[in-house]
């Protein structure tokens, strides 16, 4: 018997076809193997022939079953609920945000400060001999 797409033979006995399992797919018959899912990609049930796109926002690691992260360009505001196209906000301007990338962790360039990592208040730091109260290190 041969393998359809979205299953597998180990060792090359056709006979045994088995599903890929979640996180993976084989659009290919008569395959030996299931590929993971690539980062940004993501199976949720067994037997898939190609992986699913995450929505915009959204991402996944390699060989996922949900996208679970923030894309780039993207960070996760509340760290208590899911990834999703609600909770994945844009990156402020002034923030780099990579790609699972937290309100708490939210890069910052030197010149550039905010009052604690749960907030997105940016702020330029003061110029040298400005204000003395401020906790900016630049």
């Not at 309100?103 to 907030?119: G, I």
Request: proline share 6%.
């Amino acid at each position: 018997a041969s393998c359809l797409a979205g299953t597998y033979s180990n060792e090359g006995r056709l006979e045994q076809c088995r599903r890929c399992p979640v996180g993976h797919s084989q659009p290919l018959q008569n395959a030996t193997r299931c590929e993971p899912c690539a980062r940004g990609f993501f199976a949720s049930t067994d037997g898939q022939q190609q992986c699913s796109k995450c929505l915009e926002r959204m991402s996944s690691d390699t060989g996922a079953t949900a996208c679970e992260v923030c894309a780039q360009g993207f960070y996760l505001h509340d760290e208590s609920r899911p990834a999703s196209q609600d909770n994945c906000k844009a990156c402020p301007d002034s923030a780099v945000c990579g790609w699972g990338t937290t309100l708490e962790t939210l890069a910052l360039p030197s010149n550039l400060w905010r009052a604690s990592p749960d907030t997105v208040d940016i702020r330029s730091c003061p110029e040298e001999g400005g204000v003395e109260d401020s906790t900016c290190v630049c």
